[in-house]
């Protein structure tokens, strides 16, 4: 059998793509069958563990490039009549149109384009952490404080916390804003949204030049805004069983401050699964949250960045890990990392999808089994000493991935099938098991992925 971190690399080296003469991002997948013409772009979400892996190989000059493309593509976004849209947000996804001339045109896609019209609030978000990244392992803080930068940072936190209709400190986003680009319920304040928000602020913050007058109220306002989204999320989203009872037996229907059940979730609105499901000594950030409502949907994208971005505290860190031990079957399975659990079905289904037959039970976003998360899940399980569980998930996915062409995600409860609509060569499963099987051999390639603090040289 062939080394398959080896085919990893052959398929990230094939999916390169170059913009006058220069490496600068990734499609995100080579299936000539690919089942929407969009994955042929270079996806700004997908290029993430590209980038990570460029960087631990001393490529830092291709994450640069990515880096200063999407923050020239702002400038094409083009405004609706009569909607003034958001100052400049970053797009989903970008591609290099080559015209018979030779000529080369980049073309972005707002989210203007996109299956459903989904708005890319992650993109944004991911660039800065990305940047964060970059300037950790490269020390190149000569990028990072050009003129550029530090007005696309100050841009993107400051959309981040305009004034909105809002009384949560939480972030408001439509419906598909990021990972899960379709309609799945995901509206109000997911929590990977969350995650992406608090890892931004703080790799913000930590970019920023202090001494520039033109930053001090934005740093100001996110270091205030930081402050109270980690209280809100760490209080609010937690549940293990302690909390589930509280909600159990929760007066409702409560008026004024400090009241208990301030969002006023009804224990009727408790779904049946999650009291047998939630492990002893266990605990998670819950999926959403807002007036009434409480999404108890266990999302792994979001647990994991909380855990590696520090949203989480120590102990529920900890806590959330145990879950992934204790849970395996159902959210790592035959193919690591289902990206929520349980699956929506019947009337539940159709009311929040919108009946889409892509994402019908088990598959695809609702409850499929997606590798591009190993990575996540490997540095979150390193991070908080559970090694074995990293060293688990990897083999699963070194037997695997590479023998079934690199599937875009997998079907079933356990993840044993391939994804029925999922594409092959998808370049961020590759890069994926790449990244988790570097962590494993050197816990250290994570420093880079610690956010905060001040500037520094590697
Ligand atoms: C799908 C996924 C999205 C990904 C894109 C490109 O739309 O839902 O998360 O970025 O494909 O791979």
Redesign the pocket.
Same mark, same amino acid.
């Given at each position: 059998m062939t080394d398959p971190i080896a085919s990893a690399y052959r398929l990230l080296e094939a999916s390169m793509v170059h913009y006058q003469g220069q490496p600068v991002g990734t499609i995100?997948?080579l299936d000539a069958h690919a089942p929407?013409e969009?994955?042929a772009d270079c996806?700004i979400? /997908?290029f993430v563990p590209s980038g990570l892996v460029f960087l631990l190989d001393g490529r830092g000059e291709i994450v640069r490039n990515f880096l200063s493309i999407v923050l020239r593509l702002r400038d094409q976004q083009e405004e609706m009549e009569g909607h003034r849209l958001l100052p400049k947000v970053m797009p989903?996804?970008f591609r290099v149109l080559v015209h018979e001339d030779g000529r080369e045109e980049l073309h972005a896609d707002f989210g203007d384009r996109a #299956?459903g019209r989904v708005a890319p609030v992650d993109s944004m978000m991911w660039w800065i952490i990305l940047l964060r990244a970059y300037c950790r392992v490269t020390g190149d803080t000569g990028f990072v404080r050009s003129t550029e930068c530090q007005r696309g940072i100050r841009l993107i936190l400051n959309i981040c916390l305009q004034d909105r209709f809002e009384v949560f400190p939480t972030l408001l986003v439509p419906d598909g804003s990021f990972? #899960? /680009?379709?309609r799945m319920g995901v509206y109000g304040h997911p929590l990977e949204i969350q995650a992406l928000f608090f890892g931004a602020l703080q790799a913000g913050l930590a970019m920023l030049d202090p001494a520039d007058a033109e930053s001090q109220a934005v740093i100001r306002q996110s270091r205030k805004r930081l402050d109270q989204l980690t209280d809100y999320v760490r209080h609010y989203y937690w549940l293990d069983l302690a909390r589930l009872n509280h909600i159990h037996r929760a007066r409702t229907e409560m008026f004024g401050h400090d009241i208990e059940n301030a969002l006023n979730i009804y224990p009727e609105s408790i779904p049946d699964w999650v009291t047998d499901w939630l492990p002893e000594d266990a605990g998670y950030l819950v999926g959403n949250l807002g007036p009434g409502r409480m999404d108890f949907r266990f999302f792994s994208f979001g647990n994991l960045l909380a855990v590696l971005f520090g949203l989480a505290d120590a102990r529920q860190s900890r806590l959330i890990m145990e879950v992934f031990q204790q849970r395996w079957d159902d959210l790592a399975g035959m193919m690591p990392v289902k990206i929520c659990y349980p699956a929506m079905e019947g009337e539940e289904w159709r009311l929040l999808t919108g009946s889409d037959p892509k994402n019908i039970p088990w598959s695809?976003?609702n409850g499929g089994n997606w590798p591009t998360l190993i990575w996540a899940l490997v540095a979150a399980a390193l991070n908080t000493g559970h090694g074995y569980l990293a060293e688990r998930a990897r083999e699963v996915a070194l037997h695997r991935l590479a023998h079934d062409g690199w599937p875009?995600y997998y079907d079933g409860r356990n993840g044993r099938l391939i994804g029925r609509r999922a594409n092959y060569n998808?370049t961020?499963s590759a890069t994926a098991l790449i990244l988790a099987d570097k962590f494993i051999k050197d816990p250290s390639g994570l420093d880079m992925l610690r956010l905060g603090g001040a500037e520094e040289a590697p």
């Open positions: 995100a997948s929407a969009n994955y996806f979400r /997908d989903a996804s #299956i990972m #899960i /680009d379709r695809y976003h875009e998808q961020w």
